[in-house]
């Protein structure tokens, strides 16, 4: 089917959980996912002209997590994507004022420059589920069958 870059933000894990998670998904639904931990640029424009799942958690302040900043700074760099289909999973905490702040950025970096989003982000509420992966499967399920 299609290849998938898996593209994550952590802090303490849980993003690289979910992503792990999505991996086995993908892969069961026929797709050759990888999931970069510490993604760079040269991982990124691997995927470039097909599919992107970005999976990052959200520091206190609404900032992406250090991991991924490099990744984020590059997309800047590297232009227009209008060729990328990518799906988006934000973890936060609803506690804090800018609640899954880092997965909006993604987003809305991903946007100006043409990429297009199959289905919604997805918000994964620290303070509601222990076990981002229960809230995150069922998405991943779904958002798998949106890859042609």
Not at 98 to 109: E, I, M, P, S
Not at 121 to 126: C, E, F, G, R
């Amino acid at each position: 089917m299609a290849d998938v870059g898996i593209f994550v933000g952590t802090i303490y894990g849980n993003a690289l959980l979910v992503a792990e998670e999505a991996q086995a998904i993908l892969a069961r639904l026929g797709h050759d996912a990888k999931v970069f931990e510490d993604p760079e640029a040269t991982d990124w424009e691997r995927y470039r002209n097909g599919y992107a799942l970005v999976v990052t958690s959200t520091t206190g302040q609404g900032d992406l997590p250090d991991s991924i900043v490099p990744l984020f700074e590059a997309i800047k760099t590297i232009g227009w994507h209008p060729e990328l289909q990518y799906g988006l999973i934000a973890l936060g905490d609803s506690m804090y004022d800018n609640f899954c702040g880092a997965g909006k950025q993604f987003d809305a970096l991903l946007q100006e420059q043409g990429a297009t989003r199959l289905g919604e982000v997805l918000t994964i509420d620290a303070s509601e589920t222990t076990e981002p992966e229960s809230v995150s499967n069922p998405w991943i399920e779904h958002w798998g069958t949106l890859i042609k």
